[in-house]
């Protein structure tokens, strides 16, 4: 385990060299887009969410000259369509749709570099198709178990009690028992209004618990329609149904992709996802290596957080594993 809290460069910007929409079933339609060399080694970017989205700093983790970097936006996140749409949208149909991105560009195999629900996508991918897999860098550790969603749905207030109030605001004390079922109701019902509300508030109340130090324009674009309507709805549907994986499926099934390099870099204020699913994680696949950075909560933009993860693509690059 290792201590950080460097501060790294991301790579400077860049823009795809390809990019398009790809049908996935007669419901959804995934944008997706490639970005460095084309003759790289491929790497794949999962977001985070459900729902989040990319964005064109994720392109900034890997180097352009050797990387071909494969990003895009999960069924109804980002520029996929139709947004927020919760029908015919589970962790196996995300990972055949990692499947049929991969055989779309001809990907043997690929690194897979995922953080917050973006790695426990990317757990549940390489579990499922080690054989595609190079490696994985993987941050912000969620597991997706009954205990962490309850920590999101109530143990962040513990830290955060000014956020979790006005989560629960529009909540009647009757109902606050059950945060997620209040939510469902309002996210899922037939009132456009309340339930454009509830994304809004859902949303803010995670872009408010993400940084170590507090990012306003964060919380402020994180209210924006576009993004919470992907957040709230989708992260509600995946905690609704257990992240349509088994409770402790992602530990069970380690075994499945041991033998394959990953680094995991954690914040160590994370309060969205608590250090100790990294370290059970940790635990559990003692060859992957597990760096705390001291000075960072959630956020992948944070500069210790970022430094890490650009160290782990540089490193693979250079020696194709971590240490």
Known sequence: MKISSSTIALFPPLQPYRSGMLPVDQLHTLYWEECGNPEGVPVLFLHGGPGGGISPSHRQFFDPAYYRIVLFDQ?????????????????????????AIRRMLGIEQW????????ATLALAYGQAHPQCCLGFVLRGIFLCTQAEIDWFL??????????????????????????LRAYQVRLFGDDADVAARAARSWSRYEGSCLFLQPQPETIEACGDDAIAVGIGRLEAHYFLHGGFIEEDQLIRDLDRIRHL??????????????????????????????????????????????AALVAATEQFRMQQCFD
């Not at 520029?79 to 749709?97: F, H, M, Q, Y």
């Not at 690194?111 to 973006?118: A, K, T």
């Not at 100790?276 to 060859?287: F, N, T």
Request: a negative charge.
């Open 111 to 118: 690194l897979v570099f995922g953080g917050s629900w973006g």
């Open 261 to 306: 390099p990953a680094v995991i870099v954690q914040g160590r204020y994370d309060a969205v996802c608590p250090p100790v699913s990294a370290w059970r994680l940790h635990q559990a696949w003692p060859q992957a290596k597990l760096h705390i950075i001291a000075d960072a909560g959630h956020a992948a933009m944070e500069p210790g957080t970022a």
């Open 75 to 99: 069924r109804g996140a980002g520029k996929s369509t139709p947004p927020g749409e919760v029908r015919n949208n589970t962790t196996p149909l995300l990972i055949a749709d990692i499947e």
């Open 154 to 179: 109530y143990g962040m207030r513990t830290f955060f009690p000014q956020a979790h109030d006005a989560f629960i605001a529009d909540i009647p004390p009757s109902e606050r028992s059950d945060l």
